[in-house]
């Protein structure tokens, strides 16, 4: 969670608070079925268990575990297949929307289905400045600016949940004083706006749990970087605050953010990722460093902390920009990479997005090496695409309740229209390395990848999603299929991707709903010829009150016109500009004055009043 967008040195970065739903896979399952939550409970992807309840681990199991393991570790464990993703995008999406609307800013990040992150700083320095001082005990956050009723009651003298490093509880918040150097009362600012972001982080888990029934794991602290390690320091169903010193001393002792990053292995940073961390790695070890071969996704089996690369010699932005730098980096790797050691970071949460930037669906193979292989798993792939499409860029159709051009036996699919159009369609896959002479394989996580423009008729959502996937397969899929792979056989693929990119918002052209647009907003300059009945008129001539020159007299001295009764009805208040006099010569909208017997218009008579009442004013 984002506490602080301003500071110095390490802090002038926006403060953040990440949320990690636990163990999301299996709490989507245990929230459509509570009684899951204290059952061995694992989620089977292919053969392996994606993920598992704590009840689960607690036994035994742990992630990318083989289900023939899992069952005979726990035989009593429940399996369920999380193959559909559907269940898990559509908690995921509801919980970002519970948590976009829960903060004021619109920095509101998703990262993949169970990790946000929050920028709180604006709601951080509005309380701050609520607190009182001489009764900090008491304290009450306040959730709208609109209406101060609206928060929570919270004990201001102490950090709420675990500290790293450990502190005191019950430690009393320290305000900064005159007399403490710049660094010192720097220093206590963020620890103030660490403490009141504590208290916020808390009151956000607890709604997800007592109203959605998740439970989340949550770092506090001034970057993305920060509060994503920090949040993993307590698990499950807890919060963790990085709390100053944030800068090293004057004296030379190490800052909290320092003694923190030096603990963790070069691969846990992110925002470096697995090849740039190997790398580092093969370079600290003067070696490549040994992978592990029974974990499928090979990690590592020796550990390189971020002390040892922070202090190895000549290490630097020089000398990791030569050794991260390649076909595509980014200008500044080394630079960008030295800060992430150092746990300097300053990315940004991002906007919150109604839109995915991208749609894509993957699936990996034991084995793929044939032409009507990758045909079948691109139809697949393809009908998962479209339908992920429909769901998240298609919306119901705006129709107005007397519209007489909607046909009563309309399809649904007839009255949803789509809110952004990707432009690009994008095909990758991993191809497995070559067969050493020793009959091993070189471990290789590359992809390739072809793009090409996304074809029109995906759009069409009066055509059958397997009609779709067919022509979407035949006519775009295979085609960049045979450029990633002009060879019949003699490649095998792990992995298969295929995803639609470069969104567009908004539903393209409409012709229809263009002139239905033009109609409304012609609609007030439009004239309509209604037939009034003559006892209709009379009547509202009847409720029109007609000033006298009694009436003016008892308005005094407003020079406010005369308005309409305000209980007469609308279509009264055109009768105003019928201008035809009445028997007596008097136009309706005319009074009399009482003194000189003039006639004028209404809203005159103030004035005139006026005009007689200067000859009463003593010289």
């Known amino acids: ?103 004021w800013s619109s920095r509101v990040e998703r990262l993949g289905f169970d990790e946000v992150f929050l920028d709180v700083s604006d709601m951080i320095d509005y309380n701050i400045e609520l607190l009182n001082n001489y009764d900090l005990g008491n304290s009450f956050f306040q959730l709208s600016k609109s209406d101060p009723t609206l928060g929570f009651h919270y004990d201001a003298t102490s950090i709420c949940g675990a500290t790293y490093p450990a502190f005191p509880e019950d430690e009393p918040l320290i305000t900064a004083s005159p007399a403490m150097s710049v660094a010192d009362a720097s220093e206590r600012h963020i620890y103030k706006r660490l403490l009141v972001g504590s208290h916020l982080a808390r009151y956000l888990r607890f709604r997800l749990e007592e109203g959605r029934g998740y439970t989340a794991t949550v770092g506090i602290s001034t970057s993305k970087l920060l509060s994503k390690l920090v949040g993993n320091v307590n698990k499950p169903n807890n919060q963790t605050t990085l709390v100053p010193p944030y800068n090293q001393s004057n004296d030379g002792s190490k800052s909290s953010v320092t003694a923190f990053i030096d603990d963790h292995d070069i691969g846990a940073i992110p925002g470096l990722g697995f090849k740039l961390a190997q790398k580092i790695r093969d370079h600290v070890l003067s070696r ?28 630097g932005p020089d000398l990791l920009a030569k050794l991260l730098a390649g076909p595509g980096s980014p200008q500044g790797i080394g630079s960008r990479a030295w800060g992430l050691i150092n746990g300097v970071d300053d990315a940004e949460v991002s906007l919150a ?157 409409n012709i229809g709903k263009m002139f239905k647009d033009m109609s409304k907003s012609r609609y007030e300059w439009m004239v309509e010829d209604i037939d009034v009945p003559p006892d209709r008129i009379m009547e509202d001539i009847a409720k029109i009150a007609v000033v006298s020159p009694k009436d003016s007299l008892s308005r005094g001295d407003s020079e406010d016109p005369l308005q309409p009764d305000q209980d007469s009805p609308l279509e009264t208040i055109d009768l105003w500009e019928d201008d035809e006099e009445n028997e007596d010569g008097v136009t309706e909208g005319d009074s009399w004055c009482s003194i000189c017997e003039s006639k004028m218009p209404s809203f005159a008579m103030s004035a005139h009043n006026r005009f007689h009442n200067f000859d009463k004013i003593p010289q």
Request: proline content about 6%; charged content about 25%; hydrophobic content about 40%.
């Open 353 to 509: 997005r109604n839109l995915p930037r991208q749609i894509s669906i993957e699936d990996s193979y034991i084995r793929l090496d044939t032409l009507d292989q990758a045909t079948k798993v691109m139809k697949l792939l393809a009908a998962s695409l479209i339908k992920r499409m429909h769901v998240d860029l298609l919306e119901d159709e705006d129709h107005e309740e007397d519209s007489e051009d909607i046909a009563v036996t309309a399809s649904p699919a007839a009255s949803k229209r789509w809110i952004a159009h990707p432009r690009t369609l994008r095909l990758s896959t991993r191809p497995r390395q070559p067969l050493r002479a020793d009959g091993t394989r070189a471990r290789s996580f590359a992809r390739v990848s072809r793009s090409g423009p996304l074809p029109a008729f995906i759009f069409n959502i009066s055509m059958p999603v397997s009609s779709l996937a067919e022509k979407l397969t035949t006519e775009a899929l295979m085609p960049l299929f045979r450029k990633l792979h002009p060879e019949k056989s003699g490649w095998n693929l792990s992995l298969v991707n295929v995803c639609v990119t470069d969104m567009v918002e908004g539903e393209g052209r």
């Open 1 to 103: 969670m984002l506490v602080d967008s301003s500071g110095d040195k390490l802090d002038a970065q926006f403060g953040t608070t990440r949320q990690d739903y636990d163990c999301f896979y299996a709490s989507v399952f245990e929230a459509e079925d509570p009684a899951l939550k204290y059952l061995p409970l694992a989620v089977q992807q292919k053969q392996i268990i994606v993920t598992c309840n704590y009840e689960a681990r607690r036994r035994g199991l742990h992630k990318l575990q083989l289900i023939s393991e899992a069952k005979q570790i726990c035989p009593d464990v429940i399996i369920v297949l999380g193959e559909d993703l559907t269940r898990f995008r559509d908690a995921s999406k509801a919980l970002y929307a519970f948590l976009r609307d829960s903060v």
């Open 288 to 315: 490549p460093a040994d992978f592990s071969t029974g974990l499928i996704y090979g990690y590592t089996k020796e550990s390189v902390p971020v002390r040892d690369v922070r202090r190895f010699p000549s290490m």
